[in-house]
């Protein structure tokens, strides 16, 4: 039934995102070829853009923008810098947003009591707290915690099972980005063999689940490679599209890609560099400079996937505080 398919469905492009282009090499044919670039950046704005009546909707309907919530514990400078950018999104939108700022010897029982206090407050549409926290505190508790209307990160296992069955719910951030900037930028997964090289909670699992669905914009045949995976190269040099979440640098290198491959980067990963002013630069999972060289596309980073999940974050406030409106999305 339409009705019970998954929410990336929702945000299927109106246009097919801008165009770049990095010089290549060889090519098919013995050609030279230009690998496009995947700009997560580009496609960002332009999904921003579309938010911006429904977020107007939601004002008229409720009297106050959908609200986001951001609860951090402790002292963790990229989570720090992490939740600010998503707060300087939110409020770029003109969404509403708070960040609640808890000392690292906050106890799980009092985190969880204030994770309730925010479920009741109806200024928040949406929660998000933001790992990893303290060893002293389980991750799953706190996530079990968040109501599941206010899971605007997917990570409470009652949207995690509506998401495995392909019924409507929040989709993951960071798997919904990668599955926008295949569709916008023109390579649908849809009858393609997709790797994603990763099996985490956040990315590779939730990303799987996506892709696998009987849905305009999945529909593609999808194997998961990890750190049990005997040969990875032979998985990867028979896909259409990798995507990679594998947590190192050159995890994917350009002898274990094929001419004409479609690659996503979603790492993050900063390593020394001594021409750098900062003597150090921030690179992805994939060896970029040679596997441009052979891909048809590729996701840079900075500037891929980053960008994207952070609007997927905007877009499932949104949509939370549709719900809480009574607003129905077409489609």
């Known amino acids: 039934?339409?009705?019970?398919?998954?929410a990336h469905l929702k945000t299927l492009p109106r246009a097919v995102a801008p165009l770049f282009y990095v010089g290549g090499g060889g090519g098919l044919g013995g050609k030279a070829a230009a690998a496009q670039i995947i700009s997560g950046t580009e496609i960002a704005k332009q999904m921003r853009a579309e938010l911006v009546p429904r977020i107007a909707a939601v004002k008229r309907a409720l009297n106050r923008p959908p609200g986001l919530v951001a609860v951090l514990v402790g002292k963790n400078p990229a989570s720090e810098v992490y939740v600010r950018n998503k707060g300087k999104a939110s409020e770029e939108m003109g969404l509403f947003h708070e960040t609640l700022t808890l000392p690292e010897e906050t106890s799980e029982d009092e985190l969880l009591k204030r994770v309730q206090e925010l479920n009741n407050d109806k200024r928040f549409h949406g929660i998000l707290v933001q790992s990893p926290l303290p060893r002293h505190i389980r991750e799953r508790a706190v996530y079990e915690a968040i109501s599941p209307r206010k899971d605007v990160d997917c990570f409470h296992p009652f949207n995690v099972g509506k998401l495995a069955l392909g019924q409507e719910t929040f989709p993951p951030c960071t798997p919904k980005g990668v599955v926008e900037m295949l569709v916008r930028s023109g390579h649908s997964p849809e009858g393609k063999h997709v790797v994603v090289m990763g099996r985490s909670n956040i990315v590779g699992?939730?990303?799987v689940n996506l892709l696998i669905q009987k849905a305009k914009g999945a529909n593609a045949t999808v194997t998961c490679v990890h750190t049990g995976t005997k040969d990875i190269a032979h998985h990867t040099r028979?896909?259409?599209i990798v995507v990679v979440a594998a947590g190192h640098p050159k995890a994917l290198t350009a002898d274990m890609v094929s001419e004409g491959v479609v690659v996503i980067d979603v790492g993050i990963n900063r390593i020394d560099d001594p021409g750098s002013p900062k003597g150090s630069r921030l690179v992805g999972d994939v060896d970029f400079d040679a596997v441009a060289k052979?891909?048809?596309a590729i996701s840079p980073v900075p500037g891929g996937v980053g960008p994207m999940t952070i609007t997927m974050l905007?877009?499932?406030t949104v949509r939370a505080a549709e719900i809480a409106a009574g607003i129905t999305?077409?489609?």
């Open 238 to 240: 028979m896909a259409d």
């Open 329 to 331: 999305q077409a489609g």
């Open 205 to 207: 699992k939730p990303l």
């Open 294 to 296: 052979k891909a048809a």
């Open 314 to 316: 905007l877009f499932n």
């Open 1 to 6: 039934m339409a009705s019970h398919r998954v």
